[in-house]
């Protein structure tokens, strides 16, 4: 039973470009949930998608969309980077009020 | 706006000892879920323990225990027996009753020794 599963692992980009980001829920999840883990800190909620439908919205700027596909598999767009938007992004799916599933998160570097 | 505060940036035991790692939590709502993640190196948040703001029992999960104390919003967890493979960043979160949304604490580091 294959986990919550993220590509690519490692990502580098340059500032003011775009990245697209991975997700694949585990087998039988249907909600998908984005957070931003910086550096020493703990993750922060960006949004959750629900019947490709964005269902919740943290603190985060429009330049972060989603979109979620009808395997319900997930991506998360970040447009205009910035150094600032340099961390971890983990993805996280859940069923139903389950308990979140964690992927090992994408590593993304802005230079 | 709800916190979640970890006071603890590090921790270290020795290998089979108990550590008690420290969590409060600030919120005004009367149902909600706590819980207790760790970050091993590989990245990936495992769940540890979860515990329902209106049950007054304690979680406990084999090794690990949690001490409730919902009048003064703390919510701490105790690893028994540490083993190495407990070396690792755990972090303390809370969800509203009807979302599975996390506010995260900002981690404590524990540290076993051999």
């Known amino acids: 039973d294959a986990g919550v599963t993220q590509s690519p692992t490692h990502l580098i980009k340059t500032r003011g470009q775009q990245v697209t980001l991975r997700c694949s829920p585990k087998?039988?999840?249907?909600?998908v949930s984005w957070y931003q883990q910086a550096l020493g800190q703990g993750p922060q909620f960006i949004f959750q998608?629900?019947?490709?439908?964005?269902?919740q919205r943290g603190n985060f700027p429009d330049r972060f969309s989603g979109h979620q596909f009808p395997n319900y598999s997930s991506e998360l767009n970040v447009n205009a980077l910035l150094l600032g938007d340099s961390a971890l992004y983990l993805c996280?799916?859940?069923?139903?009020?389950?308990?979140?599933?964690f992927g090992n998160g994408t590593r993304l570097t802005v230079t | 706006a709800q916190t979640v505060t970890q006071s603890q940036p590090e921790m270290s035991v020795q290998e089979a000892e108990t550590v008690t790692l420290s969590c409060t939590y600030d919120?005004?709502?009367?149902?909600?879920?706590l819980f207790w993640y760790k970050q091993p190196p590989s990245r990936q948040m495992i769940l540890v323990i979860r515990?329902?703001?209106?049950?007054?029992q304690n979680a406990t999960e084999n090794r690990f225990s949690v001490n409730f104390q919902k009048a003064a919003k703390s919510f701490s967890l105790k690893i028994s027996d540490s083993q190495l493979g407990d070396a690792a960043m755990y972090f303390c979160?809370?969800?509203?009753?009807?979302?599975?949304?996390?506010?995260f604490g900002t981690g404590t580091r524990l540290q076993v020794f051999p």
């Open positions: 996280a799916s859940s069923l139903a009020g389950s308990p979140l599933h």
């Open positions: 087998s039988g999840h249907d909600t």
């Open positions: 998608y629900y019947e490709e439908e964005e269902r």
């Open positions: 919120t005004s709502e009367s149902d909600y879920y």
């Open positions: 515990q329902e703001a209106y049950k007054q």
């Open positions: 979160a809370k969800a509203n009753y009807n979302t599975d949304k996390l506010i």
